[in-house]
């Protein structure tokens, strides 16, 4: 078996996994019926759709990453510093400390399919090299576009710590991290990282790497919390009540990173519109939002940058904040540029 697949569920893992609520003796299940709109019939023309028309739906030319500068990003801040890497790969800095969530900057987002989903961005995989050692990496969940073996086998020579999704761990041990690095998280799970308190939050989604696994690991998102800042990665989601729990629970939140792309009405209940991606922030209590899970990859069949497009429109309506910072870009919770910088290379 291909290593990109990850490893199965043994009987102690699922032993493991049934001490959940949200294991219903089988599988992890979402907090709402959560379903989605395809069949045996319609798949083959979803396929073709997804592999062989491509038209606006990538860059015309690879999009540009401002180029990492280490001793400015390891500076001493008092707040929160990040990098977004483009669709959901965030370096931050964050109490003195690095920290990565999803760090998929491999250049394939369909490693085991006949045709390849290419990254809009090249080289990305070679940044991994100039980051600083990471402290800790968050993964929300198993999905490829997510967890990528070419990027964890970077990682794990300069990562001390993995906190992940419970039923993720079993994937990187078969990679080679080491067991005693990696902790599981239950929804509402809630452990400190030095003076951090992160928590994994519920999302409307799935997860699998295969055929035989599918929704045999959790997904989520993170909240990370010192004493003078409040941040939230939302995770992929579709539009549900666990949004407004989370603002009741943990917000308000400084800053969101909000899930926004690779939605169709295929899967309309585990990928949020942009228009709901405004409003779970609302629900949640978020002050300053901003869209990912764009920008990175061609994995529905709207434009690339249509999610940007419609996030922009709904929240200026609302007169909400948001941030639009580029690609390698050094930005805080309180960022406030708006500029379209991926019209030139639409």
């Known amino acids: 078996m291909r290593k990109q697949f990850g490893a199965k569920a043994k009987k102690s893992d699922i032993e493991k996994y049934s001490k959940s609520k949200y294991w219903n003796g089988k599988i992890f299940e979402n907090l709402e019926v959560t379903k989605m709109n395809i069949s045996i019939q319609t798949l083959p023309k979803l396929l073709y759709k997804q592999f062989c028309k491509k038209e606006a739906r990538e860059p015309q030319k690879p999009l540009s990453i401002i180029p990492f500068d280490k001793e400015l990003f390891i500076k001493s801040y008092q707040s929160m ?189 585990i990928h949020m519109y942009p228009e709901e991606s405004i409003q779970a922030s609302i629900d949640a209590n978020v002050k300053n939002m901003m869209p990912v899970h764009w920008a990175g990859f061609a994995l529905a069949q709207h434009t690339w940058s249509e999610p940007v497009e419609r996030f922009i429109q709904e929240a200026t309506s609302k007169n909400l904040k948001y941030c639009l910072p580029q690609m390698g870009e050094l930005f805080g919770s309180n960022h406030s540029a708006t500029d379209a910088w991926w019209i030139n290379q639409i």
């Not at 959901?88 to 900057?105: F, V």
């Not at 050692?133 to 993964?139: G, K, S």
């Not at 990562?159 to 078969?174: D, E, I, N, P």
Request: aromatic residues 14%; proline residues 4%.
């Open 81 to 269: 510093r990040s990098i977004w890497y483009g669709h959901s790969a965030i370096l931050m800095r964050l109490d003195n400390k690095t920290i990565l969530i999803d760090p998929m900057l491999g250049s394939n987002a369909a490693p085991i399919a006949p045709f390849a989903i290419q990254r809009f961005s090249k080289n990305t995989l070679d940044l991994i090299d100039e980051f600083p050692e990471i402290d800790l990496v968050l993964i929300s969940h198993d999905h490829y576009d997510h967890l990528d073996y070419d990027s964890i086998q970077k990682l794990k020579r300069k990562t001390k710590q993995f906190y992940v999704a419970l039923g993720v761990k079993r994937h990187l041990v078969s990679w080679g991290i080491p067991e005693n690095t990696i902790t599981e998280f239950d929804w509402w799970d809630e452990i400190p990282f030095d003076r951090i308190q992160i928590t994994f939050t519920p999302t409307r989604h799935f997860s699998g790497r295969g055929l035989a696994d599918r929704a045999k690991s959790l997904w989520g998102g993170w909240a990370l919390k010192t004493t003078t800042e409040n941040i939230w990665f939302s995770g992929d989601s579709g539009y549900g009540v666990h949004f407004k729990e989370i603002g009741t629970r943990l917000g308000p939140f400084d800053l969101a990173f909000m899930e926004c792309g690779q939605y169709n009405e295929n899967w309309h209940k």
